[in-house]
Structure formats: structure tokens, C-alpha cells
């Protein structure tokens, strides 16, 4: 998802974009991968000063909720980054820098044949571990 079609569907929400939330999901449009509510804090702060936690996690789980964001947790914490909304897949996490890569392999079917007459509403799959930059380092 881009930042216009982001700001799109939180107007159609029924929710305002202000400037900070515009700045929020720039900086997840920009970011490659999954980024924390510290990262988003450390960047924030030169431009709004004394903006606190309550108020992005606040947006955060908005925007997680309307479906901007997608979330994981990674060593305890949670981590965000824009959704992807082009074609089903799913995705490769670095544990270190949170860099994600795609996958297209989906393990979907065969768990579906083995569910028998289960009604399956949703799945999340993701492969957690370090990326070729994180292991040379």
C-alpha cells in the first residue's frame, strides 16, 4: 500500500489525516521492512517535540485496526510496517534489522485438505530469522 491510498482509506474510515498521521505513515512507506514504536519515537521527535508513546501507539493500532499497518512480534515487541495489498504472499522477517522479503509459497492448501470440513477465516504465515546483511555482521 502507498501513502496516498493509505491516507485514502483512513478518510474513508471515517477518520481525520492530520498532519502527524500523515508523517506516521510516511514513515512507513519509506521504511523497508518492520519498524517498532521506538523507531517511529526516534523519528518523530525532531519535528514534534515531547510527542509521546500513548500518542502513536494510539495511531499505530489504528492504522493496524483499518488495515494500513500489518504486525508482528519480534523478540517480545511489536512491529509494524505498511501493509501489502498487491497479491496474496507472505514473508521472510530479519530478527535483527526487520527487513522482510517476500514469499510467494503459501501452505494454505495442503492445511486446508487436512481441516477436512473446518471453516478456516484467515492465516498469517512468517519465516523469522537473519538476513544475508545481519549474519555477515
Known sequence: MKLEESLEKLKSQGYKTTVKRKDILAYFDEADGYRTAKDLLQHMEPTYKGISFDTLYRNLHLFDEVGILETTELNGEKHFRISCTHHHHHHFICKD????????????NEVQNSLGNYAIE???FEIYG????C???
Open 97 to 108: 534489522c526487520g527487513k522482510t522479503k517476500e514469499i510467494d509459497v503459501c501452505p494454505m
Open 135 to 137: 549474519q555477515d555482521a
Open 122 to 124: 484467515g492465516h498469517k
Open 130 to 133: 537473519l538476513c544475508p546483511v
